[in-house]
């Protein structure tokens, strides 16, 4: 069974990073995604939802920047809207500087201290620093006409891209694009003069879904399994996190074959790489009033990489729950890791449900070279470790059925 699995999950990855659109949310590729997880689970007996959401779609080809004589290389924000104008230019580097400037009808490039990390998302709920949304306030109640926003490299916060997108917001509705910090002194090195700026994108209205299958035990309680199933634009996703989706449908596969005590539940999220996150929402909305049968979360995001260990962190774990995580005991596969405070769990580490974590040892390196790039590609991710990952899982399952969180 062990290698008639490894050939299956391995597919699946494939499959998912095989899509031509994509599994951005809003894309057909996304939904196509979906509709694909939802069957496989559907096959195998699971009760499957797929729970819709309202989200954008967003294409762009390409962006032209000119300041005086010079051509300015640049990338169009992602979920930016369109634009084409020539028009004076003002700079800030500084939130002051940004405050006292007159922006209205102008493109406003913003440098330096400003630029240092990529701003959240105006609506994200689940972190969000009073300086960022000091930024993107002051941008909005200045009315420029455009954004050029000059960054250099940041791993921590944007994957492996350089230059980085100082926004990425689809309720940001000021057109802007991005360039390196060499490209920003073309601009800045000028007198200040008239900028012509095009941006070729378009926005439309799209839906996507989150996947919950369930196979129900007798209990009353739930465990809870997540993977997220949407990738950046422009990389075919295979380590963040059609490996994750993956991973969960051959841990299905183990758990269908079993009677169960708790109810396993696995949720395919939507959104965990989208500016919304869409899908997170819906599912806290719908669960609003219903987090206190989760008994713990799994959650598998960035595992199964060829050459390093899965690794793991518990948060909110009880002492007494201790016992569980023996399947994940053999070092040689699976690192012990520090807590890892970004994710999906944590929808369930702020609703106080222990959590379990699952990603690459080497989270940051890994994440930070492959992640959102089109080098994340499925010949990294090993299919035996994704068995092997499914079948330690299954054990913590079963032992959780067999004696409960230890009490
Ligand atoms: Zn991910």
Redesign the pocket.
Known sequence: MEHMLQEQLIRDVKTLCGLPEGRQVGSAGNRKATAYAAGRLRDMGYGVQEKSFGCLDWEESGCRIRAGKEDVAGFVSPWSLPCALTAPWVCAGTIEELEETDMEGRIVVLHGQLCQEQLMPKNFVFYNPEHHRRIIGRLEAGRPAAIVAITGKNPELAGALYPFPLIEDGDVDIPSVYVKDTEGEKILGQAPGLLTLEIRSRRRKATGANVVARLEGSSGRRVVLTA?ID?KKDTP?A???AA?VATLLGLAERTVRRPVRHTVEVVFLNG??DYAQPGQMLYLEDNADAMDDILLNINV??AGCRGVRDGYCTIGWPEKGSGLLEPLSDRTAFAVMDPWMQ??HMLFVMAGIPALAV?SENLDEV?GEI?HTPQDTPDRISPEKLVRLSAALDRLLLALDEQGMGE
């Open positions: 997220h990738a996703g380590l963040d996190n994750g965990e790489d995001d960035g994710g999906d990603t994440m992640a």
